[in-house]
């Protein structure tokens, strides 16, 4: 009697664990996924942002001047292009191009394009990290990217 007791109190232990935790595990895959995009798109829009801002106060952008805004995403591979008299140029393109698995953001603002990209183990283990707020630093001249508000300061 304590027998099939135990046995059954166990078959309804595995059923209730594999029922909530497969649907579980698929729902933490896909924000995993989605955080990794969302930090991707986040990245494109600040180096695209910076760029027009520097445009909009007349300063001079060029190869230089991206690649200057590009660098501060020093773990990134960055793709800046402008859109200049309708024809596409090139400006610049940091970092080192992901080999195999990757993502990649694209966002237009004004008329710079910016593609971010990075692989996937990176984007992985920078998520066990994101409960950071990652961002430029204000206090920093080289615009490195340090990590806010949480147990471990400074990291990058």
């Known amino acids: 009697m304590q027998r099939r007791l135990l046995i059954s109190m166990l078959a ?3 059923v209730a664990v594999l029922a909530l935790g497969i649907p579980l595990a698929f729902v933490l895959g896909r924000l995993q996924v989605d955080d990794a995009n969302q ?3 986040r990245d494109a829009q600040n180096v695209a ?5 520097r445009s ?9 001047g991206a690649a200057q805004v590009a660098r501060n ?3 990134r591979y960055v793709v800046v292009q402008e859109d200049f008299l309708g024809r596409t140029v090139r400006l610049t393109a940091t970092g080192t191009r992901p080999r195999h698995n990757y993502r990649s953001a694209t966002l237009t603002v004004g008329r710079f394009t910016v593609t971010v990209a990075a692989d996937d183990a990176d984007l992985t283990s920078n998520l066990t990290k994101s409960s950071c707020s990652w961002a ?4 920093s001249q080289s615009g490195s990217r340090s990590c806010w508000g949480c ?3 400074g990291a990058s």
Not at 49 to 53: D, F, G, Y
Not at 136 to 139: L, V
């Open 39 to 41: 930090l991707l798109l």
């Open 136 to 139: 430029a630093s204000p206090f």
């Open 49 to 53: 942002r910076n760029l027009q801002e």
């Open 151 to 153: 147990c471990m300061p």
């Open 12 to 14: 309804v232990a595995i």
């Open 73 to 75: 995403l020093s773990d």
């Open 56 to 64: 909009t106060s007349l300063q001079p952008i060029g190869r230089v």
